[in-house]
């Protein structure tokens, strides 16, 4: 078979122009395609719902590929485990209730799970901004999508306009930086849904407490705008964990629940 390197670009364009095209308007649109980003997606995908996840970087993953401090291992205790364990990744036991993962298995199990569920990626796109409505002034906002644009371009500062996505409910998945919240908190002129009404902020580590608050914390945080993993503790102020990931895969898997009942119950 001879090959044609036009037929090959050909294909890269019409493929990825039609799946940019059928991604305009989600269910869930999920920024940061880290460990809870990538367990909420493939939740639900699981549960038929149109999700896409907009990543920075070239790889989906964020924080978990590396462990403890590049030591490629990640722990979970045991309510943890059963979210790795309904994907099949394997765990080792360390001692009574602390199992050990290997990052790289777990991230690679769970991306492909993601996708396979039939979630999307959109990698090195960066979220830059949010689509708001209020109808009534500040207190009816709503985030209604997301604004995109190449990571290239933010990288290379090029003034170069974005392009938008619809979506019913949309995840802050970003990690420590929080950025969705940060933006919203900026623009949007109205009080987040915490306690001072803006981002309260991350606090220093405590594994314990910080592994239960990422559940607690993993809810609605501004109209349409669900938090999930260290976002989560970071906009509604508590403290981070360290490479303890059960409460990322936890979160995860929350915020996709708490979003399908929302979007089954319209
Ligand atoms: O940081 P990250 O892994 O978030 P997470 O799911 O998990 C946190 C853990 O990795 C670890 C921890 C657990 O013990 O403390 O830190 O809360 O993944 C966040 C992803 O979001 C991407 C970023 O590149 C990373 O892959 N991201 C951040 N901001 C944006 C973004 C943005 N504006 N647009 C697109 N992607």
Redesign the pocket.
């Given at each position: 078979m001879k090959l044609d390197e036009q037929i090959i670009t050909k294909a890269i364009i019409e493929r990825f122009t039609q799946k940019w095209i059928d991604h305009l308007s989600l269910d869930v649109a999920i920024?940061?395609?880290?460990?809870?980003?990538?367990v909420a997606a493939y939740y639900l995908a699981k549960n038929a719902k149109k999700v896409a996840i907009?990543?920075?970087?070239l790889?989906?993953?964020?924080?978990?590929w590396g462990g403890g401090m590049m030591l490629n291992e990640i722990v979970v205790q045991d309510e943890g485990k059963k979210v790795l364990d309904e994907l099949h990744i394997s765990t080792h036991p360390v001692q009574t209730g602390y199992y050990t993962a290997d990052a790289v298995e777990a991230t690679t199990t769970l991306a492909s799970k993601a996708c396979q569920a039939g979630a999307k990626v959109f990698n090195l796109?960066?979220?830059?901004d949010v689509i708001i409505r209020q109808a009534d002034g500040p207190e009816s906002a709503r985030v209604v999508g997301l604004v995109?644009n190449w990571?290239a371009v933010e990288k290379a500062e090029l003034h170069v306009d974005p392009l938008t996505v619809h979506a019913r409910y949309t995840i802050d998945?970003?990690?420590?930086?929080t950025?969705?919240m940060h933006i919203i908190q900026k623009k949007s002129g109205s009080r987040l849904l915490t306690q001072t009404g803006k981002v309260m902020g991350e606090k220093s580590l405590w594994a314990e407490v910080a592994e239960h608050s990422t559940l607690e914390n993993t809810r609605e945080a501004f109209p349409g705008v669900y938090v999930?993993?260290?976002?989560?503790n970071a906009t509604f102020g508590s403290y981070?964990?360290?490479?303890?990931?059960g409460?990322?895969l936890l979160?995860?898997k929350k915020a996709a629940e708490l979003i399908v009942q929302r979007l089954e119950d319209k």
């Open positions: 920024v940061g395609g880290g460990p809870s980003g990538l907009f990543e920075r970087k790889s989906i993953g964020g924080g978990m796109m960066s979220v830059e995109v990571t998945a970003t990690g420590h930086a950025e969705l999930t993993g260290m976002a989560a981070r964990m360290g490479p303890i990931f409460g990322m979160s995860g």
